[in-house]
């Protein structure tokens, strides 16, 4: 198959890490293109024919839409492949210059609803919840999955190593899980990984809070897998997610998650493994529940144990396959 893929790039997060993924699996035995920006490339396979593209431009502009589907008619793809709203838009208003029209596949990362979603041939939600958010003609869900790299030890200080991955945005929670964090009767060391607009305000917080030395926002890091394999618990206090990719690396790779009650979370950890984000007061919530888990860890262990045990489910080959075999669907 010819694949094309588009993702308007922001940053590397969740959504570009299931993009590049996919890419990187499909190129394998398929001829794959990516719409998207020049950051992106060092993550790319070089195999991927990464092609830039301005998803800022007017996606109402006569010029640009035609320009746009001169470049479709070109690559000749069997598929395109969206990963956001706006992208669907774009490839959906090409594709009146078209005389033959390119099925469009749509994934929903997130339980947001968006009408022009509804312009995709397929829509994929990442969980359950996100199903419930995903209207285009037809729509299936197909788990995310991460691949696997093999971990190292970064042998961290004999104290207990607590790690959160996501942007340093206001729907990762950040500010919550710092709170909680100084509320806890234990010793700890908290990592964040992660960049974006909130660091500054977070870094205040930490300061303010007096826990310089216990929170550190570590940044951007390409080896996610080995500061999860090496901290004891993975904690996730998203007010928003679709299936958190970070979740499922923590299934691959951690020791144990918590996480807020949302999205698949429930489903996949049980109810003892998460908490309730939006409660009003959350931060005594989690705080309890570090707590907890503190005290229990080695029976919170052996819970989460069983969850590892399934992670082949959350594989990206499987993932690629799945998409793969929805695509066949269409053509």
């Given at each position: 198959m010819r694949i094309l893929h588009t993702l308007h790039w922001v940053q590397f997060a969740g959504t570009e890490k299931v993009c590049v993924d996919l890419c990187n699996e499909m190129v394998k035995e398929h001829q794959v293109y990516l719409?998207?920006?020049?950051?992106?490339?060092?993550?790319?396979?070089?195999?991927?024919?990464?092609i830039e593209f301005d998803f800022e431009k007017n996606r109402?502009?006569?010029?640009?839409?035609?320009?746009?589907?001169?470049?479709?008619?070109?690559?000749?793809?069997?598929?395109?492949?969206c990963h956001n709203t706006?992208?669907?838009?774009?490839?959906?208003?090409?594709?009146l210059f078209l005389i033959k029209k390119i099925p469009i596949v749509g994934t929903r990362h997130n339980p947001i609803l968006k009408?022009?979603?509804?312009?995709?041939?397929?829509?994929i939600a990442v969980s359950e919840e996100t199903l419930n958010y995903t209207n285009a003609k037809k729509n299936i869900l197909i788990t995310n999955g991460v691949k696997y790299n093999p971990p190292k030890d970064l042998e961290f200080p004999d104290v207990f190593n607590i790690l959160a991955v996501g942007r340093l945005a206001k729907v990762k929670g950040f500010d919550v899980l710092i709170k909680a964090l100084a509320q806890v009767n234990f010793d700890f060391k908290m990592r964040?990984?992660?960049?974006?607009?909130?660091?500054?305000?977070?870094?205040?917080l930490i300061i303010n809070l007096d826990l310089e030395r216990k929170v550190e926002l570590v940044g951007f890091v390409n080896n996610v897998n080995?500061?999860?394999?090496?901290?004891?618990?993975?904690?996730?206090?998203?007010?928003?997610?679709?299936?958190?990719?970070?979740?499922i690396e923590g299934i691959f790779y951690g020791k144990a998650v918590l996480a807020s009650d949302i999205a698949s979370h429930k489903v996949l950890l049980g109810k003892r493994s998460v908490f309730d984000i939006s409660k009003s007061n959350n931060v005594q919530l989690l705080a309890q529940k570090l707590n907890e888990i503190y005290a229990n860890y080695?029976?919170?262990?052996?819970?989460?144990?069983?969850?590892k045990a399934r992670k082949q489910e959350f594989s990206i080959e499987k993932m690629t396959s799945s998409y793969l075999e929805a695509y066949q669907t269409l053509i």
């Open positions: 719409l998207s920006q020049e950051e992106i490339r060092p993550y790319l396979n070089d195999e991927v024919q990464l109402y502009n006569p010029l640009f839409l035609y320009q746009t589907a001169k470049l479709l008619e070109k690559l000749s793809p069997d598929i395109i492949h706006k992208e669907i838009e774009i490839m959906k208003y090409a594709q009408k022009k979603f509804a312009y995709a041939d397929l829509g964040i990984i992660g960049d974006g607009e909130l660091k500054q305000e977070l870094q205040q080995d500061y999860l394999y090496s901290s004891d618990l993975q904690v996730i206090s998203s007010f928003e997610e679709g299936l958190s990719i970070a979740l080695q029976e919170f262990l052996d819970s989460f144990a069983d969850l």
